[in-house]
């Protein structure tokens, strides 16, 4: 055996195709195995090679061997941290050694037969960020390995993680036990965000990169095509910082993050490297992430595990830019379960509907963007459901159940049929719901309800028929500018508020003007940096600095309507100057089009959303300037007890079923009866029976649900004495308890409502 001295001049490159072709061959996996670590130690110049792979129970075991004790393979298994090989995937870093035996993790096991050997060098084969074997080489001489070994041991160690875990190396049968590729049954507990119940097969919005696309057949121009991709991913930061693509709060410090990331020395030599080492640069770029998430994710404090997810979209914007490719252009199962860390609006409907049955998402909340747009389309959505895709595979079977909040992964026969039954009960009552399209919601006394639905979506107009909801109360129009790529235009608008009032015919429809900033940002709207941004310049705030683009949507507005009544709606209105202001510019677009023969709407009413608590306090002088307005329960209550409704560790502290937030809900509505002002509710209480319940109690007859609310709150209402229960409902708003959720619950079942 030659003395060791690192790659010969065959390169990493002549050996990465070694092995590749040694997978590629016939026979049981364990033959190919045996030739995949004799290739290495030949190439490299070790005496011995072997590899170790994490077996369910979480210890490693060793699977193949050149140069031990053939009797070891198989039967030497180390627990997690025990000896250099299980500190090498505890610490999911390569570890080189000239002295192994002196080093203190060294655990000696004599069926090796390892003694004479002193140099070490194992690197962690990482899935997903997860030590899921160790590649090991060892030398007789104490010497140490150089930057190139270590940096070509990681390399192979990453193409041999992939194609294990793809089933390339071993069949799943031959994988039963060990701990590649998650293959037993698992439930993950999470939060609903929206409701159903579906399975389906795992689709993973990062889609991991096939071994056949790991490895580059020209270096150079794959060095070429990661230069050109940097350059491009730097330049797209830039133009978004420099302001003219301007961003807000944590979007801004997000780009930041990018923008120091992205010009760091270290990120972009690692991945030089990684492509000289004879790898694509998607391969570069899937490895150095996997490194990099298998550091960070060890690490306690939460500033330093954000700035992983800084890396990972850093390295997911990078991936798009090398394989120009887009979600909506994969070729997805007839049953698609995304899965995903987050989501923006945009990304979900790049998306087949067809396709798509349910999603699940490691982060996010229920009033997020993604989980509204889920609704809309009356897509099962579970969140909040960290290390989640660690867990699974690409065509994974999977359950999101929107019900409970929980998704099953690969789930037995059992939790098949018992899901089944479920859907089938689901379908039972969504034919209910049908039949109850055309049907008014009349209660039990007598007193008509009319119920509304959430839109902003193309696919919200088909619902407005299926639904049977007598009209559209709260129409989102921001969503088109959330799904473009630029700011769209004048016709643009008008197109689509004259498709709504068409699709609506004599249906009423409330279009809520653009309502930005906080949570919904746009990257190409210039926004100074807020500190504070659900609190900052958004909504009508932003509409009155910059009345240009408030005019303009008026203006579009105006023009669909067309002779036909047309109702405006103003998002977070804090004080009656801002309503005024707001409802001056309308004069002026009327003025505008008279002035130029424009037609004009038949009947316009302009109304307000009551979602900031200071106009509790101030409606007796809003109400007689408005012709109608809207309850936004989200933004009210998540202002009154000063709760972030993004943030999971305290949207749900708070109960919206509690008597501060009702008794300022029926104060609302007192004042609205006393002035004869028309008043609806337009947030996500509107849209749950029991919630719902509570809002008739209130005095509420105007109820604007998601569409799939709306079936539930229409049987309800049809089983409710509403007499009864607003009688019994004013003894309630006197208790002095945190959430009365369940005396509300107790009487609407003691009165036979159904919930």
């Known amino acids: ?86 500190e090498v995937a505890r610490v999911a870093e390569p570890i080189s050694l000239s002295n192994a035996p002196a080093h203190p993790s060294f655990s000696y096991r004599p069926e090796t037969g390892e003694d004479p050997y002193h140099a070490f060098l194992g690197a962690p084969l990482l899935r997903g960020g997860r030590a899921i074997g160790v590649l090991v080489v060892q030398n007789q001489s104490e010497r140490r390995y150089d930057e190139d070994e270590i940096e070509d041991i990681q390399t192979i160690a990453m193409v041999l993680a992939e194609t294990v875990a793809s089933g390339e190396l071993m069949g799943l049968d031959e994988l039963r036990d060990v701990e590649v590729a998650p293959h037993r049954p698992e439930r993950f507990k999470g939060q609903k965000f929206s409701d159903g119940l579906a399975f389906g097969h795992v689709v993973l919005h990062e889609a991991p990169l096939p071994p056949e696309k790991l490895l580059a057949d020209d270096t150079a121009l794959e060095e070429i095509r990661l230069a050109k991709g940097l350059e491009a991913l730097k330049a797209n930061i830039d133009s978004m910082l420099d302001g003219s693509q301007g961003l807000s709060g944590p979007s801004f410090e997000v780009l930041e993050t990018y923008r120091m990331f992205a ?60 394989a120009g490719d887009r979600p909506g252009e994969r070729d997805l199962p007839e049953d698609t379960i995304l899965v995903a860390r987050n989501l923006g609006p945009a990304d979900l409907l790049e998306y087949p509907r067809e396709r798509l049955k349910g999603l699940l998402l490691e982060e996010g909340s229920a009033a997020s963007h993604a989980a509204i747009v889920a609704r809309a389309l009356q897509i099962p959505c579970v969140g909040r459901m960290a290390g989640l895709r660690d867990r699974l595979s690409e065509g994974d079977l999977v359950i999101a159940d929107g019900e409970t909040g929980e998704a099953y992964l690969r789930p037995r026969p059992d939790v098949l049929e018992a899901v089944q039954a479920r859907l089938d009960l689901r379908s039972k009552r969504q034919a209910e719901f049908a039949r109850l399209r055309d049907t008014p919601a009349i209660t039990l006394d007598g007193k008509r309800i009319q119920l509304l639905t959430n839109a902003g979506l193309a696919v919200d107009l088909d619902n407005l028929d299926q639904t049977g909801a007598e009209g559209i109360g709260l129409f989102r129009t921001e969503f088109q500018f959330m799904v473009s790529e630029e700011l769209p235009r004048l016709d643009a608008q008008t197109n689509l508020y004259r498709k709504v009032l068409d699709t609506a015919g004599d249906r009423p429809v409330v279009f809520r003007t653009l309502d930005i900033g906080g949570d919904k940002v746009l990257p190409y709207l210039e926004a100074e940096r807020e500190e504070n941004p659900a609190l900052g310049r958004r909504a009508i705030r932003l509409g009155l600095d910059r009345p240009g683009l408030l005019r303009l949507q008026l203006r579009a507005l105006l023009s669909a309507a067309e002779g036909r009544e047309l109702r405006v709606m103003f998002p977070m209105i804090a004080t009656v100057d801002e309503f005024r202001a707001a409802r001056e510019l309308v004069d002026v677009e009327c003025a505008w089009a008279r002035r130029r023969g424009r037609s004009l709407p038949g009947l316009l009413r302009v109304g307000a959303m009551i979602e900031c608590p200071s106009l509790l306090w101030h409606l007796d002088a809003l109400l007689p300037l408005t012709d109608f307005v809207s309850v936004g329960s989200n933004d009210l209550l998540q202002y009154m007890f000063a709760a972030d409704r993004t943030n999971p560790m305290v949207s749900d502290r708070y109960d919206p079923l509690s008597p501060p937030a009702l008794r300022a809900l029926a104060e609302i509505q007192r004042k609205c009866a006393e002035t004869g002002t028309p008043v609806s509710v337009c947030g996500e209480l509107a849209g749950k029976p029991l919630e719902a319940f509570a809002l008739l109690t209130l005095g509420y007859t105007r109820l604007s649900a998601p569409a799939a609310g709306v079936g539930p709150v229409k049987r309800m209402c049809l089983s409710t004495d509403l007499g009864q229960a607003q009688r019994a409902m004013a003894s309630l708003l006197g208790s002095s308890a945190g959430s009365i959720r369940n005396e509300i619950e107790s009487l609407a079942r003691k009165l036979n409502v159904a919930l």
């Open 1 to 86: 055996m030659p003395t060791a001295s690192g790659l010969t001049t065959r390169g990493p490159r002549n050996l990465l195709r070694q092995i590749r072709e040694a997978m590629a061959g016939g026979g049981p996996a364990q033959e190919r195995l045996d030739l995949v670590v004799r290739i290495i130690a030949q190439t490299m110049v070790a005496e011995v090679c072997s590899i170790y792979l994490r077996r369910a129970s979480g210890e490693l075991e060793l699977f193949a061997t050149q140069g031990l004790n053939r009797e070891a393979v198989h039967n030497t298994r180390l627990r997690p941290g025990e000896g250099l090989v299980g």
């Open 263 to 322: 010009v760091d020395r270290g990120w972009n030599r690692s991945l030089e490297e990684a492509v000289r080492s004879g790898l694509t640069a998607e391969g570069a770029v899937d490895r150095v992430r996997n490194e990099h998430r298998a550091r960070f994710a060890k690490a306690r404090d939460p500033y330093i595990r954000e700035r992983l997810h800084d890396l990972e979209d850093l390295a997911n914007r990078l991936l798009r830019l090398l």
